[in-house]
Nanobody
Framework: VQLQAYGGGLVQAGGSLRLSCAASGVTFRDYAVAWFRQAPGNEREFLALISWRPEFTYYRDSVKGRFTNSRDNGVNTVYLQMNSLKPEDTAVYYC????????????????????WGQGTEVTVSS
């Protein structure tokens, strides 16, 4: 069972990146997938979520309108498109699978996610 998050990198402010979270050995389609991030010196924070029903997404206020979640269940992958990046978006980004299938509750607590990607680093220069 493995989640792999990738797609991070160094980008200038105003630029874009697309993060991917690919799952192997675990089913994605029936589960919500969340993104968290952890900036240097800060606690890990809940960032965004895409439900097992892909029309339902949720975003932290600071990224609303700039970040977009999507998923392709055919390839067991969730994406986070990040546009208009700001220096304060600099962090390590993690994806995580909800511990329960078909959940309809918005979960911001990391303890409610069972499988995690290893993290991908995003650095936004000013």
């Amino acid at each position: 069972v493995q989640l792999q998050a990738y797609g991070g990198g160094l980008v200038q402010a105003g630029g874009s990146l697309r993060l991917s979270c690919a799952a192997s050995g675990v089913t994605f389609r029936d589960y919500a997938v969340a993104w968290f991030r952890q900036a240097p010196g800060n606690e890990r924070e809940f960032l965004a979520l895409i439900s097992w029903r892909p029309e339902f997404t949720y975003y932290r206020d600071s990224v609303k309108g700039r970040f977009t979640n999507s998923r392709d269940n055919g390839v067991n992958t969730v994406y986070l498109q990040m546009n208009s990046l700001k220096p304060e978006d600099t962090a390590v980004y993690y994806c995580a699978r909800d511990s329960r299938a078909f959940s309809t509750r918005l979960k911001k607590n990391s303890a409610e996610y069972d499988y995690w990607g290893q993290g991908t680093e995003v650095t936004v220069s000013s």
